[in-house]
């Protein structure tokens, strides 16, 4: 059974930075991709960066130049640090990972910016 823990949501001020991470635990691995998707209130959840096998990482436009996402595939774990934080990237961020075609997810960090 796959599992997907996530940590690091928290209140920030905008501005300020965190990082987040998450880490999947199981048997079986073959790992395709891995990556985080936030969904504030009201609104879908939406990509917000993904690093696929043999692939370099890949963007939202809105997080561009402040945030970067990172993966240590021999802890089975992806990390996206986030800087410049803005009222408008609160929401719930869910960790999501590709594994032999399926999608997994965990269940979710709050990400609030706000002074």
């Known amino acids: 059974q796959v599992r997907l823990v996530e940590s690091g949501g928290d209140l920030v001020q905008p501005g300020g930075s965190l990082r987040l991470s998450c880490a999947a635990s199981?048997?079986?691995?073959?790992?395709?991709?891995m990556g985080w998707y936030r969904q504030a209130p009201g609104k879908r959840r939406e990509l917000v960066a993904d690093?696929?096998?043999?692939?370099?990482?890949n963007y939202a436009d809105s997080v561009k130049g402040r945030f970067a996402i990172s993966r240590d595939n021999a802890k089975n774990t992806v990390y996206l640090q986030m800087n410049s934080l803005k009222p408008e990237d609160t929401a719930i961020y869910y960790c999501?990972?590709?594994?032999?075609?399926?999608?997994?997810w965990g269940q979710g960090t709050q990400v609030t910016v706000s002074s």
């Open positions: 999501q990972a590709r594994i032999r075609w399926i999608d997994y």
């Open positions: 199981g048997s079986g691995f073959g790992i395709q991709a």
């Open positions: 690093v696929r096998n043999g692939g370099g990482p």
